[in-house]
């Protein structure tokens, strides 16, 4: 088994690859069904829009349990400390997605246009709340979080939910917000034709754009107006993990001192860039495929970028320094990363070739004709 150091640096990547695979898979049919009400102007191309993931919508939310569930288990203390600081943006959250189970099961019941357009908005903010909300929390991160840990681990939050919606945090949610429409705008490229697939290539190409400028705006407000913290030195009591025994200092712009140190971590916001650029120049080509590579790259890099930038820290505090919570110190016992890992290596895999298979099995153009001939039998 692996030693005790090795195993936090592993659950720090898995976590970040759970992430990123709860963006790449939930995150389309989240955009999609944002735009669902601007791309289907008919109420059969509306249900083309659910039925391109109505498959696997379900399915693709399993990743945000399985995410917030390894977060649980690894570092108890960060999930503690987010779950009571971001409690009314969670709940927020929470509700919003109530909306989404009960629209794509409900929405279709009655052929009545006032009822299913009611539906149709619910179905688009209970997505729209969310890929917003995530983005602002992660800005949030990058500004501290306003909390502190007394010597008994007991947390203390003295911040408010409309705190949480400052000018930055706010440029962060439109990174998210766009990015992830941009990936259901390509992905309804990839399974649409005639005039939804026409929509969705102008909605990728404008929302392509937009998440390209606040990606950039986002990353320069980071570099020269806000300052990031850093590890100054660690007291060892004897092995024994402490989140107190740590100096850190706020003199680190711009959080770029990880990208300072290790170069090779800069590849993470050329590829953002580039997956931007890509998704633009295959909406512009006709080349879905393309596309959707390249929302699919943007995610990636979006989310590294952010990754890198904090590394150590998982919750920065802004009122007490040395309360913040970091990937060394404010984690799970040896015995329990070595269990999750083994399960993690036997499972995950096993998931990984379910889900790719559902998709093959159930890959395909999704046309309004087949919705007319199906009026009962689809979402």
């Not at 840990?149 to 962060?172: C, E, K, Q, V």
Request: with cysteine; charged share 10%.
């Amino acid at each position: 088994m692996f030693d005790y150091e090795t195993l936090k640096l592993i659950w720090w990547v898995l976590v970040g690859v759970l992430l990123i695979g709860f963006a790449l898979t939930d995150g389309f049919d989240l955009g999609a069904v944002i735009l669902m009400p601007l791309i289907g102007r008919t109420d059969s191309e509306r249900r083309v829009v659910l039925n391109t993931i109505g498959p696997h919508w379900e399915g693709n939310q399993v990743w945000l349990v399985t995410a917030a569930g390894a977060l649980f288990a690894a570092w108890p203390i960060v999930y503690a400390a987010s779950f009571s600081g971001f409690y009314w943006a969670m709940m927020l959250v929470l509700f919003a997605l109530f909306a989404r189970p009960l629209g794509f099961d409900y929405r279709s019941k009655l052929d009545n246009p006032n009822w299913r357009s009611r539906w149709d908005w619910a179905l688009c903010l209970g997505s729209f709340v969310p890929a917003l909300v995530f983005g602002v929390a992660f800005g949030n991160l990058f500004l501290g979080v306003p909390f502190m840990l007394d010597n008994t681990m007991r947390i203390s939050y003295t911040g408010n939910f409309w705190g949480l919606l400052n000018p930055f945090a706010i440029l962060a949610g439109l990174v998210s917000l766009t990015m992830l429409m941009t990936h259901g705008a390509t992905w309804l490229m990839m399974r649409t034709d005639k005039q939804v697939l026409q929509r969705s290539r102008t909605a990728t190409q404008i929302l392509s754009t937009a998440y390209l400028i606040t990606f950039i705006a986002a990353g320069l407000w980071l570099w020269f107006g806000i300052e990031g913290y850093s590890v100054i030195s660690v007291i060892d009591f004897n092995g024994a993990i402490d989140p107190l025994s740590k100096v850190v200092e706020q003199n680190n712009p711009g959080w770029m001192a990880n990208y300072t140190q290790y170069p090779i971590m800069r590849i993470a916001p050329i590829v953002g860039i580039i997956g931007g650029v890509l998704a633009l120049l295959g909406a512009t080509i006709n080349r879905s495929a393309l596309a959707f590579l390249g929302s699919s790259l943007a995610i990636s890099g979006t989310i590294c970028t952010a990754g890198f930038a904090l590394f150590p820290f998982l919750m920065p505090s802004s009122i007490d320094f040395a309360s913040s919570l970091t990937m060394w110190d404010a984690v799970s016992s040896h015995k329990t990363l070595g269990i999750m890992f083994i399960a993690a290596a036997i499972f995950v895999p096993i998931i990984l070739v379910y889900t790719l298979w559902s998709y093959i099995k159930m890959w395909g153009t999704v046309k309004v004709a087949d919705i007319d001939g199906d009026p009962h039998g689809l979402y």
